[in-house]
């Protein structure tokens, strides 16, 4: 069982960050934070930004933590697979630096 949960870690590492950064946008949007934070930036961006930063970052303490032990062939599998999932969170966040938040 827990290899298993390993194994499928990483995708279900981006699915939490897709369903965040999803939320976060349709929250920012509906509450109206399209204020200038910072130059530049709306405050729903910031908030996606770190969001998105942040899970970028806990994606990576799951790799690390990953390939403490991998030993095994479903070991490595996991690996490669928090691979993907992190690779997809990257990919899923790139739009928050080039499309606008809110139209």
């Known amino acids: 069982m827990t290899a298993l949960i390993k194994m499928v870690s990483?995708?279900?590492?981006?699915?939490?960050?897709?369903?965040?950064?999803?939320?976060?946008?349709g929250l920012g949007c509906a509450l109206g934070?399209?204020?200038?934070?910072?130059?530049?930036?709306t405050q729903a961006?910031?908030?996606?930004?770190?969001?998105?930063?942040?899970l970028i970052a806990?994606?990576?303490v799951l790799l690390?933590?990953?390939l403490r032990?991998?030993?095994?062939?479903?070991?490595?599998?996991?690996?490669a697979?928090?691979?993907?999932g992190l690779g997809a969170t990257i990919v899923t966040g790139l739009p928050i630096l080039a499309i606008s938040s809110c139209v």
């Open 10 to 25: 990483g995708l279900i590492a981006w699915a939490v960050s897709f369903s965040v950064l999803y939320a976060l946008h």
């Open 33 to 41: 934070w399209t204020e200038q934070a910072v130059p530049g930036l």
């Open 45 to 54: 961006r910031v908030v996606l930004l770190v969001t998105w930063i942040l």
């Open 58 to 60: 806990a994606h990576g």
């Open 64 to 66: 690390v933590w990953l």
């Open 69 to 79: 032990s991998c030993a095994t062939q479903m070991q490595r599998i996991g690996v």
């Open 81 to 84: 697979i928090g691979w993907i």
